[in-house]
């Protein structure tokens, strides 16, 4: 079974700092990375993505890093804020034709303090 | 737009009992998604349809599990009987094959299994 490895599996930051979560995947046909956002009691919701085809996205305070020859891809967000405060996972296609089947990470949950 | 609807909102049982978890996908999107989520094993994929028809079902667990999604608006899905592990949190997800990797989270159905 192909996996999305994600680290760490938690991670507390002081307002305004910078948190920066990581996640590496194994041989995949891959076509787009999104990062999704999960408040608690609620589900997951996309909160930005990245093509393989650039080395950086940005919206916003957060940013997707990509390394393709390393297999690696980052996110991080500036500033962050006790709002930020949440789980994220990354997550990635399995096989391009299996219809948007993804594969997510473990979770990283983030605590930001005031 | 609604999103994803999902009932019941919670679910207490006893061992041994039929559960059924509903989910109505957003209207248009071809791909539903049923996953469970635990603090052990994360957010695992359990079953996925495309136009109705399951694609992959190699994440339910056993046959205790099963899935339906008799038309484009409605899923189901059943466990029966019912065991304490079963409890979760169960996620129905959506998504359009014009947009790979990019699926719309209900708020999921809390399970728990006495």
């Known amino acids: 079974q192909q996996q999305v490895k994600q680290s760490p599996q938690s991670l507390i930051v002081q307002k305004g700092g910078i948190s920066i979560i990581n996640c590496a995947y194994e041989?995949?046909?891959?076509?787009?990375f999104p990062w999704y956002q999960q408040f608690p009691g609620k589900g997951p919701a996309l909160l930005i993505a990245?093509?393989?085809?650039?080395s950086e996205k940005k919206e916003g305070r957060f940013t997707i890093s990509f390394n393709k020859s390393a297999k690696q891809f980052s996110l991080h967000i500036m500033d962050s804020q006790p709002g930020d405060s949440a789980t994220y996972f990354c997550?990635?296609?399995?096989?391009?034709?299996?219809?948007?089947?993804?594969?997510f990470g473990q979770g990283t949950e983030l605590s930001v303090k005031p | 737009d609604a999103g994803v609807i999902q009932s019941p909102r919670h679910e207490v049982t006893e061992m041994g009992q039929e559960v059924t978890l509903r989910c109505k996908p957003i209207s248009g999107h071809d791909y539903l998604f049923w996953y469970r989520q635990t603090m052990m094993r994360g957010l695992e994929l359990l079953i996925y349809f495309n136009n109705n028809v399951p694609i992959d079902d190699s994440g339910m667990p056993e046959d205790r599990f099963s899935a339906k999604m008799p038309n484009a608006s409605f899923s189901t899905l059943k466990i029966q009987p019912s065991e304490p592990r079963d409890s979760a949190v169960y996620f129905c997800?959506?998504?359009?094959?014009?947009?790979?990797?990019?699926?719309?989270f209900g708020p999921g159905t809390r399970l728990l299994v006495l």
């Open positions: 990245i093509r393989p085809d650039v």
């Open positions: 041989n995949t046909a891959f076509d787009y």
């Open positions: 997800a959506s998504s359009s094959g014009t947009r790979i990797g990019t699926q719309y």
């Open positions: 997550a990635a296609p399995l096989i391009y034709n299996q219809g948007g089947k993804l594969i």
